[in-house]
């Protein structure tokens, strides 16, 4: 990330002349000034990336206008200049918001020192408003010893150093953001920017916005220029999640970039390089949406230059003790239940369940067995919650509210409370006409066609009743509309 505008506050000329050919050097625009003035003016005008400005002037006190400048809405990095420095002074002007201090005379290469490192700080700071995350973190570490997780390491020892372009493919939960991010550490990048764009997250209208950035006044709202994250993640590497949700719009600007590695920021002319390595992940059949005219053909094979698909849990199921004691021993520390390991009934519960949700789902349930078990005692199943009979030493193990909670399926225990059902009327809710039990997969679509009905068809109140995303429940419609089997939104909201 390059500066765009720079400022030189200095009344000597021939101070001005130097810094002036130093920065041309880097083809870097710059403006001069030769009081604090001029500059006051120029700063109302524009916003300046760096300011280099004189510690004395003949109109006012340097360290006084530095103040001023630190309360600008877009305030420029400083560094300040002087012929008479002192500690005092340099500490004051640190403390005051400078970034750097420098004494005259000072050589080019001083210059050049400085601003490398105020071009790699603005870059952190841009990139760390965007991080809630570290890659680092326990979360991030890669378990399982089966087949197929071993091939899936050897592919990503090979293929991590390079720079080519990565297309992660697999089911909703298997962890195709985690594998990407194997990915970025084991590459020659890893000290460089990751930056993550949820390209299923972000409005169609500002999605353009947050790839490439935008000028001030470039559309309502834009009261300042932003940079967007292509550009954050210069020299590093770029994560578009989801990729298969990029607008159609959008799309020919993205493969262009992709081709071309440069572009302009929304409301700019300007065209800015970039280097990224550029990993994608996807949910989806990508080839499926191309047939369909959903997707763009030469953006499908530019991001599919090698593609790794991450297998399902069920594909792996020799690995789920290994992720269950993992996530037992972090939960355990993080809610501070000191649980002794899992009981043989859960082992056997955990194993025999075919994880629909894959390692999310894992995840999520022996987080929430952690929380129902008694400090000091093994996990039972009953604690575990999953589909099938629950043993009754597993529920009479658990304390009596727990036991009440795990005993029933979540609907019975909803119906249970409002005392509006019977054992009878809660069997009926999981049978068809025929009395026939119903599979969780049509459960599933039922619970979604109720919610959208209640709901008079807004699938953002609906995804809410029902404890997903709306992302999650566009996926499900438009997996039923694909298999010929749509839940009608307008139908259900005229029946509500």
């Known amino acids: 990330m390059s500066f765009e505008k720079v400022l030189i506050v200095e009344d000597d000329p021939v101070v001005r002349n130097l810094l002036q050919s130093i920065f041309l050097r880097h083809k870097l625009p710059v403006t001069m000034a030769e009081s604090l003035a001029q500059a006051q003016g120029c700063l109302e005008k524009e916003p300046f990336d760096l300011m280099l400005l004189d510690l ?99 592919l990503i020892d090979r293929v991590a150093p390079t720079d080519a372009t990565v297309l992660v493919t697999g089911e909703s939960g298997t962890g195709k953001e985690m594998i990407s991010r194997e990915f970025y550490r084991r590459s020659p990048r890893r000290g460089q920017p990751f930056i993550k764009v949820n390209c299923a997250a972000v409005s169609q209208t500002l999605i353009e916005s947050e790839f490439f950035g935008h000028e001030r006044g470039a559309f309502t709202g834009a009261t300042e220029r932003r940079e967007g994250r292509f550009e954050l993640a210069h020299n590093g590497t770029l994560l578009l999640d989801e990729v298969s949700e990029i607008p159609p719009a959008l799309q020919a600007k993205l493969l262009r970039v992709l081709q071309e590695r440069e572009f302009e920021r ?88 075919r994880w629909p949700g894959n390692v999310r789902e894992l995840q999520n349930t022996v987080e929430r067995a952690v929380i129902l078990s008694e400090s000091g005692r093994a996990v039972t199943a009953a604690a575990l919650g999953l589909p099938g009979d629950l043993a009754a030493t597993d529920s009479a193990s658990l304390r009596p509210w727990e036991a009440e909670v795990v005993a029933l399926p979540e609907p019975a225990v909803a119906a249970a409370n409002a005392g ?38 807004n699938r953002t109140q609906a995804a809410s009743a029902l404890g997903i995303s709306i992302r999650t429940l566009r996926n499900k419609l438009q997996e039923y509309r694909e298999a010929g089997e749509p839940i009608d939104v307008d139908a259900e909201s005229a029946e509500a």
């Open 420 to 457: 509006a059902v019977n054992a009878a009327e809660a069997a009926a809710a999981f049978t068809d006409g025929a009395g026939q039990v119903l599979r969780l997969d049509a459960l599933e679509k039922q619970a979604i066609r109720v919610a959208l009905r209640q709901t008079a068809g």
């Open 56 to 154: 004395r002037l003949p109109d006012g006190d340097g360290l006084k206008f530095l103040e001023q400048v630190g309360t600008l809405p877009e305030r420029p990095l400083v560094v300040m200049i002087t012929g008479h420095g002192t500690i005092e002074s340099a500490v004051a002007c640190m403390r005051a918001g400078a970034f750097d201090y420098v004494l005259k005379p000072f050589s080019p290469s001083q210059i050049d020192v400085i601003l490398r490192k105020a071009q790699t700080y603005r870059q952190l700071v841009k990139v760390n408003s965007l991080l809630s995350d570290d890659p680092d973190d326990e979360e991030s570490v890669l378990v399982g010893r089966s087949p197929a997780m071993t091939r899936l390491r050897q």
């Open 266 to 353: 929304v409301g700019g002319a300007r065209t800015i390089k970039v280097n990224v390595r550029i990993i994608a992940t996807s949910n989806r059949d990508l080839m499926a949406h191309v047939a369909k005219g959903d997707f763009r053909q030469d953006l499908y094979y530019r991001l599919n230059v090698f593609p790794v698909a991450v297998p399902s849990l069920r594909e792996r199921i020799e690995d789920v003790p290994l992720l269950a004691d993992h996530f037992l021993r972090r939960f355990a520390r993080k809610h501070g239940v000191k649980v002794t390991g899992f009981a043989d009934s859960a082992r056997a519960a955990l194993m025999g369940y």
